[in-house]
């Protein structure tokens, strides 16, 4: 605690901002630059039960929720900075810096600070004199004394995650109700994302990394929004999502049991993630590996010819090769390759390798900041505007257009 109050003080003589510390019951632990305090000289200021005891309390809660600085205009109408303290997952007080005039010093703040005391005349000219000694501050620079205030308090708690941890859940929540607040006004049923499911399915078995990661978040927005953000109930989801894919893995991508051991793993720190941007993350860790492992086990027939040609466009599709380069390779004739492939696959050959070097190009797009002109080299197509055009035709959308939305 005493790093704390050095923080505190820190923060108040340099911001000329008084702080105050209370416990989590409400009640004034200490005070810096009390003298300065508006509030001091008034009976009511720390008064339990009074309107006063009760804004601190109320914005004590939510600067807790926040995990971060909670600006709020306390009853006279003046600015203050609540920040919770947590140590070891557990609320042990919250720090109030302020008040704050923020903007102009309006007639109404003092007949605030009248009704809420009740006095008289000689009592009035006495807070006319002492709103006017107060600094004024625009909204933005009471924004940036919250974010001044948070970093030197935070400077002196180790660790901080509980912070980052808090913070983090109540942005995942906000977004959740936001997309809540979406369905209503469209009057929409929120019901399980079926057809998102089977094209995630479908994307793992065609071993698309890029693709099957972009469908991912948007099943797991749509599940989030019908669990209500419930974090359990989402991970439940998540977890039959992963057994069905680990199931399919085993089965079509020909997984040994040794192979199958990093998709428990990441199953199990799905089980154990305490917050639904981790849980994603490991989902996503499980998810690009079952993808990558029906890449290398696409063909799942009894064609060697086809289980070859398919291996050699996997490891050639940067470079430049043709159906007369796989058929020469194979040592069989490029008619007859051409007639197996497509009986085999259900598309031509070069049909797979489009898909696999866009695909390739889908996964360099969400990644990095490459040209486009690199990404279509390095995702084997050497003509940038061929790139874009078959891109196009596979996507629906350009290279650009899908870098946009995937960032």
């Not at 203050?80 to 557990?90: E, T």
């Not at 909204?139 to 400077?155: D, H, M, Q």
């Not at 695909?359 to 490459?370: I, V, W, Y």
Request: proline share 2%; glycine share 6%.
């Amino acid at each position: 605690m005493d790093r704390i109050k050095e923080a505190a003080s820190s923060f108040a003589e340099a911001a000329n901002i008084p702080v105050t510390c209370l416990d989590v019951k409400g009640a004034i632990l200490w005070e810096c630059c009390e003298g300065s305090k508006l509030c001091s000289h008034f009976e009511v200021y720390g008064k339990p039960g009074s309107v006063c005891f009760g804004n601190l309390q109320s914005s004590a809660k939510m600067a807790a929720q926040l995990g971060g600085p909670y600006i709020f205009l306390c009853r006279a109408g003046l600015a203050n900075i609540a920040f919770s303290l947590i140590v070891g997952r557990k609320v042990t007080g919250c720090l109030i810096a302020g008040p704050i005039l923020m903007g102009e010093l309006k007639e109404s703040i003092l007949s605030n600070i009248a009704a809420i005391n009740g006095f008289g005349f000689d009592s009035c000219l006495k807070t006319v004199m002492l709103l006017k000694n107060m600094k004024a501050f625009g909204p933005k620079e009471v924004s940036t004394l919250a974010t001044l205030f948070e970093n030197c308090i935070l400077g002196s708690l180790t660790p901080n995650e509980d912070y980052l941890k808090i913070n983090k859940h109540y942005h995942e929540m906000q977004k959740i109700a936001e997309n809540l607040q979406k369905y209503k006004k469209e009057n929409k049923a929120a019901a399980y994302p079926y057809e998102i499911e089977a094209k995630l399915l479908q994307s793992v078995k065609n071993g698309d990394v890029a693709d099957s990661l972009a469908v991912f978040r948007a099943f797991l927005g749509e599940v989030s929004v019908i669990e209500a953000g419930d974090l359990s109930s989402i991970r439940i989801k998540i977890l039959n999502l992963c057994s069905v894919l680990l199931r399919l893995s085993a089965e079509k991508a020909g997984l040994s049991r040794e192979e199958t051991e990093p998709y428990y793993a990441y199953m199990d720190a799905v089980g154990e993630a305490d917050s639904i941007s981790e849980l994603s993350a490991q989902a996503s860790n499980f998810i690009e590996q079952a993808a990558r492992a029906f890449r290398h086990g696409a063909y799942s027939g009894n064609s060697q010819i086809i289980a070859k040609a398919v291996s050699y466009i996997l490891e050639s599709y940067k470079d430049r090769i043709s159906l007369k380069d796989i058929a020469s390779t194979l040592h069989t004739s490029p008619s007859y390759l051409s007639m197996l492939f497509k009986q085999e696959m259900g598309f031509t050959i070069t049909d797979y390798l489009n898909q696999v070097r866009i695909g390739r190009s889908r996964e360099l797009l969400s990644e990095g900041n490459l040209s486009l002109l690199d990404i279509a080299v390095q995702s084997g197509f050497e003509d940038q505007s061929y790139f874009s055009k078959v891109f196009k035709k596979i996507n629906g959308v350009t290279p650009k257009e899908y870098r946009k939305a995937s960032l």
